[in-house]
């Protein structure tokens, strides 16, 4: 990081990562070609966890290749100072990690479950009747922290 001043503990990477509805999951295949989405993350731990349909690109990149890197945005807030300086108040987390799929069905469901509870609290009694007609269809992947690097420029 080339602004250390700018750097963060992992305390605050974790509590930001907590906070943040989503994450933009970076990918690449065998050549190197980047493939880049947003996802709804849960953190348990020292790892993430999304959820997905069986199938598809985000997939067959996963299976290629397993390495991925995650970046959450908490503060994103350009502004101005007279007379002529323009910059950002913002917060930032990358994290790079292995990514495997989950198969165990506890495991599954104990992710899926902290996901529903992070991102829709109020509604947790649909979730049983969700789970019973979604879990065979769903995908689960645990991404293991390896590297955090949290960065920010807070308002003084």
């Keep these: 990081m080339r602004r250390k001043d700018r750097a963060q503990g992992r305390e605050f990477a974790l509590e930001l990562i907590d906070r943040c509805t989503h994450g933009v999951m970076a990918l690449s ?15 348990m731990g020292d790892s993430l966890y999304f959820h997905c349909a069986r199938q598809g690109r985000k997939i067959e990149l996963l299976r290629a290749c397993p390495q991925v890197c995650v970046t959450f945005v908490g503060e994103d807030r ?6 002529a300086m323009y910059s950002t108040w913002f917060q930032s987390v990358i994290v790079t990690g292995t990514a495997r799929e989950v198969t165990g069905p506890e495991e599954k ?22 789970l019973e007609d979604s879990l065979s269809v769903t995908a689960v992947w645990e991404i293991q922290m390896e590297d955090i690097s949290a960065k920010a420029k807070l308002e003084a």
């Design 29 to 43: 295949n065998r050549e190197g070609a980047p493939y880049c989405l947003p996802l709804s993350f849960v953190r």
């Design 78 to 83: 350009p502004y101005f100072q007279a007379p």
């Design 109 to 130: 469901t104990e992710a899926l479950r902290a996901l529903c509870e992070k991102v829709t609290p109020d509604h947790m009694g649909a979730f049983g009747q969700a």
